[in-house]
């Protein structure tokens, strides 16, 4: 069921980015930018998750249940494969995502971040007095230079990723729903159109 929970979260994090991109020009220039990167690092952490949801469907044997395997679980066991064993997708969810991360890292990319600046460095980027309107480029510049993540490849993981992750949640219940016809079980598919 963990899988359901995922594509939830999945959904619901692709919509509040899409969201906080639409109001980029309403609100203060330093919120829309925050928020962006605090659900991008949430959602890396979340796929990396749902690559182990999967793969403890395979180790349930729910596959072998399947009669339609190739067609609904193949491209399922694709993602499976991918986010289960993504380094980019651990050590987000690890260090960024869903943890506050090591010391270690902050203390690694601390030194870089003032070796770079000549020990001057941006704590805050607020567009008033108000911290809520504001984003810590310190903190997260720190994070990112320990774990040696530059943002373009955090741009690029993401990209590549959008497209199976949208659509994820209709793959996994296409996938379920022909393993309860496979064992016979009935149920009620509530959607609308």
Known sequence: MNCFVAADRIVSLEQLLIMSQKQQGMVEMHEAPRNQILI???????????????????????????????????????LRGEWNTSPMGSMMRN???????????YE????A????????????????????????????????LGLNIQKAD?????SREKKAHLA???????????????????FVDARTT
């Open 108 to 111: 690694a990319g601390l030194a």
């Open 113 to 144: 971040v003032t070796a770079r600046r000549k020990r001057r460095v941006t704590l805050l980027k607020a567009s008033g007095s108000a911290y809520h309107d504001g984003r810590y480029v310190l903190a997260a510049d720190a994070v990112l």
């Open 40 to 78: 991008f690092w949430l959602l890396a952490g979340t796929l990396h998750e749902t690559g182990a949801a999967l793969q403890e469907l395979c180790s349930a044997q729910v596959v072998k249940k399947m009669k339609k395997k190739k067609t609904v679980w193949g491209p399922l066991n694709s």
């Open 168 to 186: 994820f949640p209709a793959r996994l219940t296409e996938a379920f729903m022909e393993v309860l016809r496979t064992v016979g079980i009935g």
């Open 154 to 158: 955090m741009v690029r993981f993401m």
């Open 95 to 105: 260090q960024i995502g869903h943890h506050l991360g090591e010391t270690k890292y």
